[in-house]
């Protein structure tokens, strides 16, 4: 009997499952899988095997663990600053620089300032709901020392010319080294404030070791 050989989208059909939550769990061992070149191929007779020792629970469970640690290899405690003193947008990007250059991540601070400007001058990276993603208009793999992402909270609030108008409180500045890790944390953070929202709770608490587990997905 031929066993079938199933292409990750065609797992991802019937596992009903995100195919890049698959990925996380084939690097992380957990799923059966070989890499050929660039794609993903599953022996369906080795997938169904698996599957009898696995619960869809446990399954999403695991694929949540591995999505979050993926995003903490980013982001650590020293990468927070509790209060930040800015006092309007111009003085958030040159903050959030000076910043980056003191936890040795990117070195060139005029550099990223005039950076990060010139993508705040072409459309504000304010979201709504007090939050910013600051980054580059574009990947510089070879600026960035070690792909980061850091976090600036502004207790009162800064007008950024967000999307609704009003105050921005967390700035998260995305240092990565290219496209996927970049679209991996905008889709991590993304998802976290839109399912779970911790704003008040991180505007509320003072301790990185604290924020950084409020950063943590549950679901």
Not at 119 to 136: D, M, V, W, Y
């Amino acid at each position: 009997m031929v066993n079938t050989v199933l292409t990750l989208e065609e797992l991802s059909k019937y596992l009903r499952m995100n195919k890049q939550d698959i990925v996380d769990l084939v690097e992380a061992g957990e799923i059966p899988g070989v890499r050929i070149g660039n794609q993903w191929r599953f022996k369906k007779g080795s997938i169904d095997d698996w599957l009898e020792n696995r619960s869809t629970e446990n399954l999403e469970r695991t694929a949540l663990r591995n999505v979050v640690n993926r995003f903490m290899d980013y982001i650590k405690e020293s990468y927070i600053k509790v209060d930040m003193t800015s006092k309007n947008r111009f003085e958030v990007l040159a903050e959030m620089a000076l910043f980056a250059k003191d936890n040795n991540i990117c070195v060139k601070q005029h550099w990223l300032y005039d950076m990060l400007l010139k993508r705040e001058q072409l459309l504000s990276t304010g979201i709504g709901n007090g939050i910013a993603f600051l980054h580059p208009r574009r990947i510089y793999a070879t600026k960035i020392k070690e792909p980061s992402v850091l976090l600036g909270i502004s207790r009162k609030g800064i007008m950024f010319r967000s999307f609704d108008n009003k105050p921005v409180y967390l700035f998260f500045l995305l240092l990565l080294k290219n496209d996927k890790q970049h679209l991996f944390c905008l889709s991590y953070l993304s998802h976290l404030f839109a399912q779970m929202n911790p704003l008040d709770k991180i505007l509320k608490e003072y301790k990185p070791d604290k924020i950084l587990e409020l950063l943590i997905r549950k679901k």
